[in-house]
C-alpha cells in the first residue's frame, strides 16, 4: 500500500513537472515568438545613407562632349555592345552614341524610366537628341553615379533589394546548391539537423542549418556560437518564422541579409551590393555564370575569394552550375554556355575607399551639421550631391600631374608639396570638384582645415572701395612708393616683392602686377575696417586681425574661404554659398531636403563690372598672363595670383563664365617652396582649367557703367588715336567733365550706352611699354612708370 502511494506521488510530481515544463516552454515560445515578430516587422537592418554625384543631364545643346558622356557611362559600369538591347549597354555609330539607360527613382515622384537615348555630337556638345520616352521639358538623366556611403557602427552596408527584381537564375541557382526543399519544408529539415547533431556529437565537422530559413535565423536573430542551445533555438525560431511569413518574405529577406565578403572594414551582406562589390554591376545585368558565382560565396566568402582564390572560386561556381543543370533548371547547352565563361570579376572591388574622399568628407561635415548620426548611419538615406565626377576624375588628375612636375624641378625643396583644388559654379554656388592633397587622404582636407596666409589674393577688396567711392577708375594714376605706417607701438614697411618703387602707376597697373606699396597706399585711404567689412560680406568667417598687414594678405584662411570670395566677383556682385548636396531622401522616397538657392548682394553690380575688368587685365597683361596664353582668349578670364612672405604659399583663384576655381601650394610644416603665385599655384590652376568645358566671362553691363576713353596723365577724356589713352570702364556719375586738347575736336559727349571693346585687342594696355610681370627675385622692377598709348599706336 506504501509502495502505491509512493508511485501515485512521483507520477503527480512527475505530471506536475511535464506541466511546468510545458509551460515554461510555451513561455519560452512566445519570447521567441516575440523577437522574431519585434525584429522581422520592424526596421530590419540598419542601411547606411548613400552618397551620389549629380546626375548627368542630356538635352540639345548640353554642353557634354562624347570624351566626357564615354567616361562617365564607364563609370557608371555601362559596356560598350554591338547593340542595345541590354540596359547598361551602349553602341559608338559614327557621330552617335546609343544608349540603354536603366532608369532611376530620385524621389517625390521624380523618375527617370529605363529607354533608349540617341545622342549626336558636334564641337564638344549634344547637337541632337532622340528618346523612346519623351518628356515635355526634353530633358533626361542618367542615374547618378555612387560616390560613397555613411557607415553604421557595426560595419554593415547592403542595397536592398525586392524579391520581383531578383533575376529568376539566381533564386534556382541558390534553390537548386543550398535548399532543395525550400517551398516544401516547413523551417527544418528534419534529416539536415540530424546530420548537423550527429557531426558536432562526434567530434567533425561542425555543421550549420541546412534549410535557407535556419541560415537566415542563424545570420539575423542569433550570435555566431556553436552550442546546442543555439542550435536548438534556431531550429524552433524556424519553425515560427515558416508560421508566419510567406516563403517570398522569408526569401527577399535572406537575399537581403547573407554575407557574401568584406571590404576592408565592411562587411557585404545581400546580393544587391555583391553584384556591385565583385562585378560592378546592378543584379540584374548578371549573366547566369556570375548570378551561380554569387551563389557559392554563401559556403564561404573568405574561401572563394576570387581575387585571391580564382581557381578555387571558379570550382565552386562550376559546382553551382551543375546544381542546377542536375535539377533542371539549366538545359545542357545553357550550362556548356555558362561554364565555358570566365570568372568575369572586376579588377578590384568596386565599393573600396571613395575615389573622392576630399569631396566626400565636404558632404560629411555638412550632413552632420544638420542631422544626427543615427539617421546617417541607419535610416537609409539618399544624399544628391553636386559633384561632376567626370570633372572631378580629370582635375584630380590634372593636379597630381602638375604637382609632379613642379616637383621635378626642385626636388629637394618640394618632395612632400602639398596643395588643394576647389572647382565651383558662380551661378549657384554648387561644388564641381575638390582635391585636398596630392596623396592619400589622411582626414586632413586642405580645402577646409589648411588655414594659411593669402598674399595678394585679397588686393580686390581694396580695390573696389576705391572704385565704389568714385574718386578712382583704373586709369587713375596711384602712388607705389615707400610708406611706414605705425600700429600698436610698431612701425610696418611693407616692401614689393622684388624690392623698389614703381612710382605713380595707372591703378590697373598696381593690380595686375601685384604692387604691394599701391595696395598699401590704397588700403590706408579707406581704411582696415572697410577692408574686412568687404571680406566678412564676401564669406570669410576665420579671424581677420585689425592691422594693415591684412592688406597684403596676412590673414589666414582656408581655400574655400578664398572660394567664396571669388565667388562674389564671377557672379557680378553676388554671393551664394558654396553647396555640395543637392537634397536629401530618405528610404521611402520622399524628399527631406531640399537645397535651394540663397543668393545675397555684396557689391553694387556697377563696381562689380568695373573690378572685373581689372582682373581680366590681371590675366591678359599681369601676373596671370601664362594662362591667358595657354587657355582660349575669348573666353576673357579673371582671376589673382598670390605669393606670401618667404614664398611660403602660392596661390590662384580666378574664374571663367561657368566656373570659380581656387588653388593652394604648399608644404604642411609650413617651410619655404620657392613658388609664387605665378610659378606654382598659376600652372595647377591653367591645367585644371583645361579639364573643364569653359564659356566666357560675359557680365551683363549695368546702365550705370560706360566705357570711355581717358587720358593717362590728367584723368581727362581721350579718344581713341590719342597718346596715353586708355578704354576702361566707368561709373556714369563719375565720368570726367573735361577732355584733352587731342580729344577735343572729335570728343562727344559721354554716352551712357557706351560698352566694351568687341575684341580684347582693342585694350590699349596690350601694347604697354616697358611692362612687368609679378615682382620676383629674376626681375628687375622698372625705374618708371611705363608709357600708357592708345590702341592707334604700337609698340
Same mark, same amino acid.
Given at each position: 500500500m506504501k509502495s502505491q502511494r509512493g508511485l501515485s506521488f512521483f507520477l503527480v510530481i512527475f505530471l506536475i513537472l511535464i506541466i511546468v515544463g510545458c509551460i515554461a516552454i510555451g513561455f519560452y515560445l512566445v519570447r521567441l515568438d516575440n523577437v522574431i515578430r519585434t525584429k522581422f516587422e520592424g526596421q530590419r537592418w540598419d542601411i547606411p545613407a548613400k552618397v551620389y554625384a549629380r546626375p548627368l543631364e542630356i538635352y540639345n545643346q548640353a554642353p557634354v562632349s562624347e570624351v566626357n558622356l564615354i567616361q562617365e557611362l564607364n563609370m557608371l559600369g555601362y559596356h560598350k555592345a554591338e547593340n542595345y538591347e541590354h540596359p547598361g549597354s551602349f553602341v559608338l555609330k559614327g557621330n552617335n552614341v546609343l544608349i540603354h539607360t536603366r532608369g532611376f527613382d530620385f524621389g517625390d515622384n521624380s523618375t527617370e524610366p529605363e529607354q533608349v537615348l540617341d545622342l549626336k555630337f558636334a564641337q564638344d556638345e549634344i547637337v541632337d537628341v532622340k528618346t523612346t520616352k519623351p518628356t515635355e521639358t526634353g530633358m533626361t538623366r542618367l542615374e547618378p553615379l555612387l560616390i560613397g556611403g555613411i557607415y553604421p557602427q557595426h560595419n554593415e552596408d547592403r542595397v536592398l533589394i525586392k524579391l520581383k527584381d531578383v533575376p529568376q537564375p539566381l533564386i534556382d541557382a541558390l534553390i537548386s546548391t543550398e535548399d532543395r526543399d525550400f517551398y516544401s519544408h516547413h523551417g527544418i529539415s528534419v534529416r539536415g539537423t540530424a546530420r548537423a547533431v550527429f557531426s558536432n556529437i562526434t567530434g567533425g565537422r561542425r555543421q550549420g542549418g541546412s534549410t535557407l530559413t535556419q541560415q537566415l535565423v542563424k545570420n539575423f536573430f542569433l550570435s555566431p556560437e556553436q552550442t546546442y542551445k543555439r542550435k536548438i533555438n534556431e531550429a524552433l525560431m524556424a519553425i515560427l518564422l515558416e508560421m508566419h511569413y510567406s516563403k517570398s518574405e522569408i526569401l527577399e529577406a535572406y537575399l537581403n541579409e547573407v554575407h557574401l565578403g568584406q571590404n576592408g572594414n565592411y562587411s557585404i551582406n545581400g546580393y544587391g551590393l555583391a553584384s556591385q562589390f565583385y562585378f560592378g554591376l546592378p543584379l540584374r545585368e548578371l549573366n547566369i555564370a556570375q548570378q551561380a558565382f554569387l551563389v557559392g560565396l554563401v559556403q564561404g566568402p573568405s574561401l572563394y575569394n576570387p581575387w585571391r582564390n580564382p581557381e578555387r572560386a571558379k570550382e565552386r561556381r562550376d559546382v553551382v552550375l551543375n546544381n542546377m543543370l542536375t535539377t533542371g533548371y539549366l538545359s545542357q547547352q545553357q550550362y556548356d554556355k555558362e561554364i565555358a565563361r570566365p570568372l568575369g570579376v572586376i579588377e578590384k572591388p568596386s565599393l573600396g575607399p571613395t575615389r573622392f574622399p576630399d569631396f566626400m568628407d565636404i558632404v560629411?561635415?555638412?550632413?552632420?551639421?544638420?542631422?544626427?548620426?543615427?539617421?546617417?548611419?541607419?535610416?537609409?538615406?539618399?544624399?544628391?550631391?553636386?559633384?561632376?565626377?567626370?570633372?572631378?576624375?580629370?582635375?584630380?588628375?590634372?593636379?597630381?600631374?602638375?604637382?609632379?612636375?613642379?616637383?621635378?624641378?626642385n626636388p629637394r625643396a618640394l618632395n612632400d608639396l602639398q596643395g588643394a583644388v576647389l572647382i565651383q559654379r558662380p551661378d549657384n554656388g554648387e561644388l564641381v570638384a575638390a582635391v585636398g592633397s596630392s596623396q592619400d587622404f589622411t582626414g586632413f582636407n586642405r580645402t577646409i582645415d589648411a588655414k594659411r596666409q593669402v598674399g595678394s589674393l585679397l588686393k580686390p577688396a581694396i580695390y573696389i572701395n576705391a572704385i565704389e567711392s568714385g574718386r578712382y577708375n583704373w586709369a587713375s594714376l596711384?602712388?607705389?612708393?615707400?610708406?611706414?605706417?605705425?600700429?600698436?607701438?610698431?612701425?610696418?614697411?611693407?616692401?614689393?616683392?622684388?624690392?623698389?618703387?614703381?612710382?605713380?602707376?595707372?591703378?590697373?597697373?598696381?593690380?595686375?602686377?601685384?604692387?604691394?606699396?599701391?595696395?598699401?597706399?590704397?588700403?590706408?585711404?579707406?581704411?582696415?575696417?572697410?577692408?574686412?567689412?568687404?571680406?566678412?560680406?564676401?564669406?570669410?568667417?576665420?579671424?581677420?586681425?585689425?592691422?594693415?598687414?591684412?592688406?597684403?594678405?596676412?590673414?589666414?584662411?582656408?581655400?574655400?574661404?578664398?572660394?567664396?570670395?571669388?565667388?562674389?566677383?564671377?557672379?557680378?556682385?553676388?554671393?551664394?554659398p558654396t553647396k555640395s548636396i543637392r537634397a536629401v531622401v530618405d528610404q521611402n522616397g520622399k524628399v527631406l531636403d531640399r537645397y535651394s538657392l540663397n543668393v545675397q548682394q555684396t557689391i553694387d553690380p556697377a563696381a562689380a563690372y568695373v573690378l572685373n575688368y581689372g582682373l581680366q587685365q590681371v590675366m591678359h597683361s599681369g601676373t596671370g598672363?601664362?594662362?591667358?596664353?595657354?587657355?582660349?582668349?575669348?573666353?576673357?578670364?579673371?582671376?589673382?595670383?598670390?605669393t606670401t612672405n618667404d614664398a611660403r604659399d602660392s596661390w590662384f583663384a580666378g574664374y571663367s563664365g561657368n566656373y570659380v576655381a581656387v588653388v593652394w601650394l604648399g608644404l604642411d610644416n609650413n617651410k619655404v617652396i620657392g613658388l609664387t603665385g605665378s610659378s606654382g599655384a598659376l600652372p595647377v590652376w591653367t591645367n585644371v582649367m583645361k579639364q573643364l568645358h569653359?564659356?566666357?566671362?560675359?557680365? *551683363? /553691363?549695368?546702365?550705370?557703367?560706360?566705357?570711355?576713353?581717358?587720358?593717362? !596723365?590728367?584723368? @581727362?577724356? $581721350? #579718344?581713341?588715336?590719342? &597718346?596715353?589713352?586708355?578704354?576702361?570702364?566707368?561709373?556714369?556719375?563719375?565720368?570726367? *567733365? /573735361?577732355?584733352?586738347?587731342?580729344?577735343?575736336?572729335?570728343?562727344?559727349? !559721354?554716352?551712357? @550706352?557706351? $560698352? #566694351?571693346?568687341?575684341? &580684347?585687342?582693342?585694350?590699349?594696355?596690350?601694347?604697354?611699354?616697358?611692362?612687368?610681370?609679378?615682382?620676383?627675385?629674376?626681375?628687375?622692377?622698372?625705374?618708371?612708370?611705363?608709357?600708357?598709348?592708345?590702341?592707334?599706336?604700337?609698340?
Open positions: 560629411r561635415r555638412q550632413l552632420r551639421a544638420e542631422y544626427q548620426d543615427s539617421d546617417l548611419t541607419n535610416q537609409g538615406l539618399r544624399i544628391f550631391t553636386t559633384l561632376d565626377p567626370v570633372a572631378q576624375t580629370n582635375i584630380q588628375n590634372a593636379f597630381k600631374d602638375s604637382i609632379e612636375n613642379l616637383t621635378k624641378r596711384i602712388q607705389d612708393t615707400y610708406i611706414s605706417i605705425g600700429s600698436n607701438g610698431k612701425t610696418w614697411t611693407p616692401k614689393n616683392y622684388g624690392g623698389g618703387e614703381h612710382g605713380m602707376v595707372p591703378m590697373v597697373q598696381a593690380l595686375e602686377h601685384s604692387y604691394n606699396l599701391a595696395a598699401v597706399r590704397m588700403g590706408q585711404e579707406f581704411g582696415v575696417s572697410a577692408f574686412t567689412n568687404n571680406l566678412r560680406k564676401f564669406g570669410v568667417t576665420s579671424d581677420i586681425p585689425p592691422y594693415p598687414s591684412t592688406f597684403l594678405g596676412a590673414v589666414n584662411m582656408s581655400p574655400m574661404e578664398v572660394l567664396s570670395i571669388y565667388g562674389n566677383f564671377a557672379t557680378g556682385g553676388f554671393k551664394y598672363q601664362a594662362a591667358y596664353r595657354s587657355l582660349p582668349n575669348n573666353l576673357n578670364l579673371a582671376g589673382k595670383s598670390g569653359q564659356q566666357p566671362v560675359n557680365l *551683363t /553691363q549695368p546702365d550705370d557703367v560706360q566705357w570711355q576713353w581717358i587720358d593717362v !596723365p590728367t584723368g @581727362n577724356l $581721350s #579718344a581713341q588715336g590719342c &597718346s596715353n589713352a586708355m578704354y576702361i570702364p566707368l561709373l556714369a556719375g563719375h565720368v570726367p *567733365t /573735361q577732355s584733352t586738347p587731342c580729344a577735343m575736336p572729335n570728343q562727344p559727349m !559721354p554716352d551712357n @550706352n557706351a $560698352s #566694351a571693346p568687341a575684341t &580684347s585687342s582693342d585694350d590699349p594696355l596690350e601694347n604697354l611699354i616697358n611692362q612687368t610681370t609679378e615682382s620676383h627675385p629674376n626681375n628687375t622692377a622698372p625705374s618708371a612708370p611705363p608709357q600708357v598709348i592708345s590702341s592707334g599706336s604700337s609698340n
